[in-house]
T-cell receptor, first 112, second 111 residues
């Protein structure tokens, strides 16, 4: 999706491995969000960042860490992956008041 | 507890058969209700924002309406290309405008 780029698109990890999901936006907005999407569960907020240098926990933060590297980039790290973290991860940033969020195309992560 | 519930979970329509999707919410201090479309393998795509009861928004064959407790997404004379999962989300005014998402309605339109 235009404005939010996520890498990688697909990843398979073994239990206990670590990885970082990358997100970059060119919408010039202060806020950025990480969601996970699981079948039958909807989108759930993992972490968010209101501005460069600040991060806060969302609904399901356990097992994750984040870094707001600068205004454009917000990364999500799994230190020791578990099968329960198999999911599709989306990064998002607001488009402006009244226009909702712009989402990236997602990272499909499988932990075996 | 703040909640967003979408119904039905899945909906199959014939091309041209109009219908409605429902999104009910129980949040205090609604600061906006959003509708998104999500195609398989892609991120959600913004459709509409509604702020107050009685408000309506339209885009092609889609029309979104809002009451004090629910929103409807009306689909008029749908086409196969309208097949997708439709997500509803509410901004309840929590920290930094976070959204609560419903689980979505998967719409299939057969020719």
């Amino acid at each position: 999706n235009a404005g939010v780029t996520q890498t990688p698109k697909f990843q398979v990890l073994k239990t206990g491995q670590s990885m970082t999901l990358q997100c970059a936006q060119d919408m010039n907005h202060n806020s950025m969000y990480w969601y996970r999407q699981d079948p039958g569960m909807g989108l759930r907020l993992i972490y968010y960042s209101a501005s460069e240098g600040t991060t806060d926990k969302g609904e399901v933060p356990n097992g994750y860490n984040v870094s707001r590297l600068n205004k454009r980039e917000f990364s999500l790290r799994l230190e020791s992956a578990a099968p329960s973290q198999t999911s599709v991860y989306f990064c998002a940033t607001p488009r402006g008041r009244g226009y909702g969020y712009t989402f990236g195309s997602g990272t499909r992560l499988t932990v075996v | 507890e703040d909640q967003v519930t979408q119904s039905p979970e899945a909906l199959r329509l014939q091309e041209g058969e109009s219908s409605s999707l429902n999104c009910s919410y129980t949040v205090s201090g609604l600061r906006g209700l959003f509708w998104y479309r999500q195609d398989p393998g892609k991120g959600p795509e913004f459709l509409f924002t509604l702020y107050s009861a009685g408000e309506e928004k339209e885009k092609e064959r889609l029309k979104a309406t809002l009451t004090k407790k629910e929103s409807f997404l009306h689909i008029t004379a749908p086409k196969p290309e309208d097949s997708a999962t439709y997500l509803c989300a509410v901004n309840y005014g929590g920290s930094q405008g976070n959204l609560i998402f419903g689980k979505g309605t998967k719409l299939s339109v057969k020719p």
